[in-house]
């Protein structure tokens, strides 16, 4: 496919591709060619070319993304697509920071990702939580608040407290797809609270100081009624 308009075509002065900043899935790591050769630029398989975008640490309406968050998401427009990949041009995504390559592309910032890279759909480009669709066989969840008062009546400060891995998921993916194409629906649904496994996922807040985060169906470990 042509560059689209977003994505200028490489083209003298060379871009300068510049290396991830973490390797990620697809390694992360530097690459070097003659820009000139080139006219167009195509993922291969199941991948996406996304222009990235500044999401945090505060964002107008949108994320605010906590300093101390492991894996905090980052965010872009999809500029490209590669075979079979059932995103679109176009849309806003959320995706991960340690996943896919990073690009520089005549000043401007590009990452190249895994479709399963994604972590969900944005219903706008300010990357804010109302309207996020999770992606694949992941769950969006709300998390429970931190307990204020330790068992012996003593007030916790934000950094003594208990980190909370249980929740209301608000939104899920359509699912997993499998080698044979066909998509297995996630078995957990929207309303129902979870608890799973601590330290997975992307953790952020939403704007009103909620925090969320999105995880895999398998980092579910129970279902709490």
């Known amino acids: 496919l042509p560059l689209s308009p977003s994505l200028p075509p490489l083209c003298a002065p060379p871009a ?3 290396p991830a900043s973490r390797r990620g899935a697809d390694g992360g790591s530097r690459v070097g060619c003659r820009a000139a050769q080139f006219k167009t630029l195509k993922p291969a398989g199941k991948r996406v070319c ?7 640490p505060e964002t107008a309406g949108g994320i605010l993304l906590p ?3 492991k894996d905090v998401p980052s965010g872009g427009e999809v500029v490209s697509v590669g075979e079979g990949c059932g995103l679109k041009v176009g849309a806003n995504v959320l995706y991960s920071q340690y996943a896919g390559t990073e690009l520089e592309i005549q000043l401007e910032d590009y990452v190249l990702l895994k479709e ?3 972590i969900g759909l944005c219903a706008s ?3 804010g939580v109302a309207g996020l669709l999770p992606q694949g066989d992941r769950l969006l969840v709300k998390l429970d608040e931190a307990a204020d008062v330790s068992e012996g009546g003593g007030l916790l400060t934000d950094s003594s407290k208990d980190k909370p891995n249980s ?12 080698e044979d194409g066909k998509t297995t629906p996630v078995a957990v649904k929207a309303g129902a609270t979870v608890l799973y496994q601590k330290f997975s996922g992307a953790e952020f ?11 895999k169906e398998a980092d579910v470990i129970a279902t709490l009624e």
């Open 125 to 127: 480009d300010n990357y």
């Open 167 to 178: 929740g209301e998921v608000v939104a899920v993916g359509p699912g997993a797809e499998g």
């Open 205 to 215: 807040d939403g704007d009103n100081g909620e925090k969320f985060v999105v995880i």
């Open 67 to 69: 300093d101390s968050a």
């Open 50 to 56: 996304v222009k990235k975008a500044d999401v945090g």
């Open 116 to 118: 399963d890279d994604v």
């Open 16 to 18: 300068r591709l510049s």
